[in-house]
Nanobody, 117 residues
Framework: QVHLVESGGGLVQSGGSLRLSCAAS????????MSWYRQAPEKERELVAA????????TYADSVKGRFTISRDNAKNTVYLQMNSLKPEDTAVYYC??????????WGQGTQVTVSS
């Protein structure tokens, strides 16, 4: 079965760091533009960071610029989200998204990130 698996979430104190990973199973991430989204309780899912297929261009939500970094390792078929200087408002379920040039996007199951104050 084709799917994405996120890992690396957890509980961290404000100011701490976490690195999320998104690994693909049974398909090749190098053919997909990749993104991280998050959804906090009672809020809509929002785009956090995105990276192009080549990895040459990245974009970030204003709320995470300068603190989060998205990267990809196509050899490992994995995308990462390095999160530094975490704040309580970063608390959410984080989802990995893989979008091909043609066809529907794929989603992971999500990983919980909780930042305590």
């Amino acid at each position: 079965q084709v799917h994405l698996v996120e890992s690396g979430g957890g509980l961290v104190q404000s100011g701490g760091s976490l690195r999320l990973s998104c690994a693909a199973s049974r398909f090749t991430l190098s053919n997909y533009a990749m993104s991280w989204y998050r959804q906090a309780p009672e809020k809509e899912r929002e785009l956090v960071a995105a990276i192009t297929i080549s990895g040459g261009t990245t974009t970030y939500a204003d709320s995470v610029k300068g603190r989060f970094t998205i990267s990809r390792d196509n050899a490992k078929n994995t995308v990462y989200l390095q999160m530094n200087s975490l704040k309580p408002e970063d608390t959410a379920v984080y989802y990995c998204n893989a979008k091909p040039i043609l066809g529907p996007a794929r989603w992971g199951q999500g990983t919980q990130v909780t930042v305590s104050s």
